[in-house]
């Protein structure tokens, strides 16, 4: 399996105004702004600075309910495929600088692993969509978690972006705390192996 660091990100260096991560509890301000600015009112200079966890190996995916702005349900736990979960939101710079890779990794990694963006966005739609419809993304869901029940559910923080890989069984793998270059081999790498891996586990377990 590929490397992992692991170790909790940083969210700065902040006295050189570069951001790798965001704290939700900071975010009604910033949400304020974004409902203002059509959903893109993302705060810091962001950087791909996040760093693979996998000290979270083995815990389940949180049994949680999250929407779409149509109005369709889906309980995590009832997924029953390898999933990358990723928590973000409209005001969180990070989070949008990741936005267009994650994309990228959704289409070309789409037979591998199912990619679900949930955003964390207080005011919900109404920020989500001009955000989505402002960019071309086509290749990522618009669920939401509008009460931040995810967010505060994870160990490690309310920080964001989070993103958790899941395999077949609901178990996570690892996770990635703070944006992360979704471009690289490396993390594609990191995301075929560690699924093996987990296979493999399962199996020899029985």
Known sequence: MAKLRLSLVLIAPLAAGLVAACDIRSEDAAQENAATQGGSAAIGEPTLDGTLDASFAGEAMPEALVRDPEGNRLVLSELREPVLVNLWATWCAPCVHEMPLLDDLAREMRS???????????QGAEV???????RDLGNL??????ENVLAFTYGGGPVLPLTVLYDARGKEVW?????YDWSTEEARAAIVEGLAEADAAAASAG
């Open 112 to 122: 591998t692993v199912r990619v679900l963006t949930i955003s964390e966005d207080l």
């Open 128 to 134: 989500v969509e001009p955000f989505f419809e402002a």
């Open 141 to 146: 869901p618009r669920w939401m978690d509008q």
């Open 175 to 179: 996770r990635v705390i703070g944006a």
